[in-house]
């Protein structure tokens, strides 16, 4: 079973990067032009393609790439910088930012789904509820661009600017990422929260629950003891969705609040049209999906004793 | 805000003392009388002061941005690359004249088809090793020949040979005479680096001769550099060091300026003007550039091959009212020619363009027309405005009988699928330096970007006589006639000159900022101070 799952990822990740390869060799214009700008005459565009290798048919520059790709090796950028030197470094400061993002967001979540299924349609449901319906219709940038108004033009307190760098101290660099970070714990909070509620009042609904309360176990015990242990799959799918978003869609904060991640990287290369660049961030995200779907689903498994030991 | 109401906020709010305050306002009072007008850009009648670091908000950088100076995209390339670690052979000044920079002096011969450029004694690269001929051969070799793929190629293609004249002197021979040659070589692709053995520039070392070195690069995100304390020109640079962080998010860029975190930002859009207008430690620089905006129209093609249907157009466009709602009234007027006002030679033809309905008709019953259909191509990548202003110029023509037919063209690849093909669409032109070097690029009948595909022979036959002309007041009447011919028969619609917008905190000093390159001619690093 766990087999079939890995195989398939790998056949997702391969469809991926065609389509990927085949979208961007549709776009309008290539790195040549847009690094050359417009002031480069055709015969110096030319030669530079040709440097490239775009003039190459696109199916063969696909399979080329492949056969690097499965050798672990990414090639070059366009701008001739290995693309791992370029991904790199972004990648760990996205990676750095989804997992302080998750310590404080997913914890809190699910205390806040908790509390909500057990206070259900009382006021502190309500206003939860209320409360994450609304943040989910609001865009994210929206959401960015309020907290840079309240907290960096009008408080002073942190600075509007998450652009870290290695030269700066850990401490300057965690100051500079209080706000996406609490951006996006906003954005993901919600979601993760609405779900765990509404996985344990789904469960609340069963005979054995019914029978906790016959046995005369506090609400508290009936829903940590006996509901939370039968959610725990659902709670992982949702959680592993939004852990992906931060790694894979967090392209918006990133350029919002100028923070160094792969998101940018990825807008970067599309504009440049730095196709080695595209398809490794792609890959990345893929393989991101992918791998953290597998994991939910694995917790399922083991969470759920039917599924563990099939008869 | 005027510079004594300034010092009164900062008095009133106790950042400076009363006797600091009446101090202030009496040299105020006392410079006023010496036409300190004559210098809207000085942020202080001080002398620039040593010391301090700067920090810059760019909007464009890209992580493809490398060293190697055949690419250099944009002015965050440019101004670091260019602008602090090299040098150029000559440096536009701020008023727009041409100076010798890593050349004490430089003097044309043989009708300017032989110039001798004399480089500066003892200049030194940042590790210190000398300035050679040879590294000025190479640094041009860099970018000519068959392979090159460098931007500076099509400039450099009128060089037939670069040679060593003695220890210091480098001879350029053209293939015809140049008398703009100073010019280009001030081009910012031009810089100085240093020689390989065997040919070729080391430019990955990141060394050059410029007012700053290296320390931190990180493409698309940020790049250090410091003081070279063994700079050529005196005095500068006045920054310990300084660093550019690039934030292309318009929004995040004003954030970042407005909260200090930036003390200079480009790009300043004119809509977030007024928020930093109100504040008493920033201030807005509008430096009028050559960038412009036009309509151009195939020459080559019906109905635009007859003059009168062009001028027609011209008149038929309310450029007043464009600026006003299109631009907000930051610019110039456009008047149908590309020359810029900060241009040596820049003449205003005569007479001015203006929304005239009954000129308009006249010329289209010359053309034997009582009314006209025309597609108009616009996108907002042509320019930033562009379908506003197009849609306004459609209301306007249509009172003259012009029916003008808006295509929205896709923003992606317009630059590949519209401009030189479409017979009418909306360009964003940055301009040149020089006169010839601007109409052989956009107006010269082979040009590689004519454009509205114009051939007009009088045009043509001054552009080759004006190029050698050493005699500056011939030149200047030359090029007079011509911006005239443009102007009178060109499918050029000139709608407005930009200005590069920018925002400076009270902190930075500066003198006049030019205009030809963003960034204060690319030079702002070593021009600027921190007060």
Not at chain 1, 108 to 130: C, E, H, M, V
Not at chain 2, 30 to 52: D, H, Y
Not at chain 2, 118 to 142: A, I, P, Y
Request: glycine fraction near 8%.
């Amino acid at each position: 079973m766990l087999l079939q799952r890995v195989a398939l990822g790998f056949l997702s990740l391969l469809i991926v990067s065609f389509v990927i390869f085949l979208a961007v060799s549709m776009l309008p214009g290539d790195f040549a032009t847009a690094i050359l700008g417009r002031s480069a005459t055709p015969d110096t565009v030319a030669a530079f393609r040709e440097q490239l290798g775009l003039n190459l048919p696109w199916y063969q520059r696909y399979l080329m790439w492949l056969g690097h790709a499965l050798t672990g090796d990414f090639g070059q950028s366009f701008s001739s910088r290995p693309v791992g030197h370029i991904i790199g470094p972004r990648l760990l400061n996205t990676l750095y930012l989804a997992a302080l993002t998750a310590l404080i967001a997913v914890p809190l979540a699910i205390g806040l789904g908790i509390i909500a299924a057990l206070y259900r349609n009382r006021f502190l449901d309500r206003l939860l509820s209320a409360s994450s319906l609304a943040a989910i219709s609001i865009p994210e940038f929206f959401f960015a661009y309020i907290m840079m108004l309240i907290f960096a033009i009008n408080l002073h307190w942190f600075p509007s600017l998450s652009s870290i760098r290695p030269s700066m101290h850990l401490g300057d660099q965690l100051m500079r990422m209080v706000l996406p970070v609490l951006t996006l714990t906003l954005v993901i909070l919600a979601h993760m929260m609405r779900n765990t509620r509404a996985a344990i009042i789904s469960v609340m609904s069963r005979p054995f629950i019914e029978m906790a309360h016959l046995k005369g176990e506090s609400a508290a015990r009936v829903v940590l003891r006996h509901a939370l242990p039968n959610v725990v799959g659902p709670i992982a799918s949702v959680v592993a969705l939004n852990l992906a978003y931060l790694i894979a869609g967090v392209v918006v904060i990133e350029v919002v609040f100028v923070y160094p991640g792969i998101g940018q990287t990825m807008v970067d290369a599309v504009r440049n049209r730095d196709i080695p660049v595209i398809q490794a961030c792609a890959l990345i995200f893929s393989i991101t999906y992918i791998l953290l779907n597998l994991i939910a689903d694995i917790i399922s498994i083991v969470s759920n004793p039917r599924l563990l030991h099939p008869r | 805000m005027s510079e004594f109401s300034y010092w009164a906020e900062r008095f009133k709010k106790g950042q400076i003392s009363r006797r600091e305050f009446l101090g202030r306002s009496a040299a105020l009072v006392a410079t006023a009388g010496l036409g300190a007008t004559s210098f809207p850009n000085f942020a202080t009648a001080e002398e620039p002061k040593k010391g301090g670091s700067a920090r810059f908000g760019m909007s464009d950088a890209s992580q493809n941005d490398t060293l190697d100076p055949g690419t250099w995209p944009a002015s965050f390339a440019q101004a670091a690359f260019n602008g602090s670690l090299c040098n150029n052979l000559t440096e536009i000044a701020a008023d727009g004249s041409i100076v010798g920079d890593l050349a004490e002096s430089f003097e044309p011969s043989d009708g300017a088809k032989k110039w001798v450029f004399k480089l500066r004694n003892g200049v030194t690269f940042h590790d210190g090793k000398s300035l050679t001929v040879e590294d000025v051969q190479e640094s041009f070799r860099h970018h000519m020949g068959e392979k090159s793929t460098s931007g500076a190629k099509s400039i450099l293609s009128q060089v037939a040979s670069i040679d060593k004249d003695g220890d210091s002197n480098v001879v350029f021979t053209l293939n015809s005479g140049s008398a703009d040659f100073p010019y280009l070589v001030a081009d910012y692709h031009l810089s100085i680096m240093q020689a390989k053995a065997g040919g070729g520039i080391d430019w990955q070392k990141g060394i050059g001769t410029g007012s700053f070195k290296l320390e931190n690069f990180d493409p698309g995100v940020s790049i250090k550099m410091t003081r070279n304390p063994n700079y050529h020109k005196d005095n500068k640079p006045y920054l310990d060091e300084f660093e550019f962080i690039c934030i292309t998010d318009p929004t995040a860029r004003t954030n970042a300026f407005v909260t200090g975190e930036v003390d200079f930002m480009n790009d300043l859009e004119v809509k977030n003007m007024p928020p930093i207008q109100r504040n008493a430690d920033l201030e807005i620089q509008r430096v009028p550039s050559l960038r412009h905006f036009t309509f151009d129209m195939d020459t080559s093609v019906a109905p635009f091959d007859n003059v009168d249907v062009r001028l027609a157009m011209k008149y038929a466009l309310d450029r007043d009212d464009i600026l006003r709602k299109v631009f907000l009234g930051e610019g110039k007027k456009g008047n149908d020619t590309p020359v810029a006002s900060a241009m040596p030679f820049y003449k205003d033809p005569t007479p001015q363009h203006d929304y005239n309905i009954e000129k308009a008709k006249e010329h289209l019953k010359k053309a034997g027309l009582t009314s006209v259909d025309v597609n108009l191509s616009v996108s907002e990548a042509a320019f930033p405005g562009c379908i506003d202003a197009a849609v306004l110029y459609k209301e306007q023509a249509a009172k003259a009988g012009i029916n003008i037919n808006i295509v929205r063209e896709a923003d992606d690849g317009y630059w590949e699928n519209v401009w030189l093909k479409k017979p009418f669409s909306g360009v964003d032109w940055y301009g040149r330096a020089t006169c010839d070097w601007l109409f052989s690029t956009v107006l010269a009948a082979d040009a590689p970007w004519n454009s509205t595909h114009w051939k007009n022979p009088r045009f043509n036959e001054l552009l080759i006589a004006a190029r050698a002309e050493t005699d500056q007041a011939k030149r200047a009447a030359q090029y007079g006639e011509m911006q005239q011919i443009v102007h009178d028969d060109g499918g050029m619609i000139t709608l407005a000159f930009v200005n590069w917008n920018y925002g400076l905190s009270k902190k930075l000093g500066h003198g006049p900022i030019g205009g030809i390159f963003p960034c204060d001619n690319l030079r702002m690093t070593e021009r600027w101070w921190m007060v």
